[in-house]
């Protein structure tokens, strides 16, 4: 919302395996811009986007890192 400046995000995911997050401010942007990594420790996983001082509207995509 208005004012927010982090954002955590939980998904679902395979124990031991590494997820990456990326971020874009419009659908039509050329590519994503990677923001980090965690390692599953179980079959949810979250990571923080702390998007502060200027918080924005953001497009996320989780990736599994090879």
Do not use: C, M
Not at 20 to 47: P, R
Request: charged content about 10%; hydrophobic content about 30%; proline content about 5%.
């Amino acid at each position: 919302g208005a004012g927010t400046t982090s954002a955590t995000l939980s998904f679902s995911s395979i124990n031991g395996v590494t997820y990456k997050l990326q971020y874009k401010h419009e659908l039509t942007d050329a590519g994503w811009t990677d923001l980090g990594t965690v390692t599953a420790s179980g079959s949810i996983a979250s990571i923080t986007d702390n998007t502060s001082p200027v918080p924005d509207q953001r497009y996320y995509q989780i990736v599994i890192v090879p």
